[in-house]
């Protein structure tokens, strides 16, 4: 049994190949970097099927493992099961401080709920038409358009960025960072942004400023113009404009 220290930062990256796409794997891996180290890489299909075939030199270049699974009916269940298998297999083995579960299938759902119920954490990576009952199952939950976006942005950095006015106008987006900033504010409503984008990640598993075309969240705050951002030495706090006016 791997000691405590040993799976600190170790994740398992199990990947649908009927409900991912090659393109996207480079930037979803470095963003796995960024959650921990990707010790086990496995991707779940029948390989005997033509429309797989683009995987094999993604596979190889990212050391892959490709796990056969022939589909006995019509449709993926078979591979569904053999990926929820193998994730139990690698639950109870102890090896790994958490789960990333790459798929927009709300097969998941129960998978991604018992891996969490054993206290190891769970990152989904889908597209936004995964439906919100697996999302919401996720510890967080990353949409693989922001991977998409990176690349337009590489060409044009506007690409994809939402206008100040479309995002003053999105009430759920503003409501959001002002319960984060009012929940996190000292007296004089300031808020450190850290506290901030742990509180927001802890209430909204899916937000992520790139989902509106922003690197980071100091920027999206900033864009949207209802708050003050300052930087302090090497912190950036933050404030909501109204309580400016109410001090």
């Known amino acids: 049994m791997a000691s405590p220290e040993d799976i600190s930062s170790s994740l398992a990256v199990l990947i649908d190949a009927d409900n991912a796409n090659p393109s996207v794997i480079e930037p979803l891996l470095e963003e796995v970097a960024k959650l921990g180290v990707a010790s086990v890489k496995r991707i779940y299909g029948d390989w005997t099927t033509p429309n797989l075939g683009q995987w094999k030199q993604v ?86 358009e922001v991977f998409t976006k990176k690349a337009e942005d590489q060409q044009e950095p506007s690409a994809g960025r939402k206008s100040p006015k479309e995002l003053k106008g999105n009430k759920a987006l503003v409501g959001l960072l002002r319960s984060a900033i009012e929940a996190c504010s000292d007296e004089t409503g300031w808020a450190q942004l850290g506290p ?52």
């Open 59 to 144: 596979l190889l270049e990212h050391s892959i493992q490709p796990i056969q699974q022939f589909r006995y009916t019509t449709g993926k269940n078979a591979t569904d099961s053999a990926m929820i298998i193998d994730a139990m297999d690698l639950l109870y083995a102890g090896h790994f401080a958490g789960f990333c579960l790459v798929s927009s299938d709300s097969d998941f759902t129960r998978l991604a709920s018992r891996i969490r119920e054993s206290g190891r954490r769970v990152y989904g990576f889908g597209e936004k038409k995964t439906p919100r009952p697996f999302v919401s199952a996720c510890d967080r939950f990353i949409y693989i």
């Open 196 to 247: 901030v984008g742990n509180f927001i990640n802890k209430t909204a598993n899916d937000f992520d400023p790139r989902n509106y075309g922003f690197a980071k969240l100091s920027e999206l705050i900033t864009a949207i113009g209802l708050f003050e951002v300052e930087r302090r030495e090497s912190r950036i706090f933050v404030r909501d404009k109204r309580r400016k006016i109410v001090t």
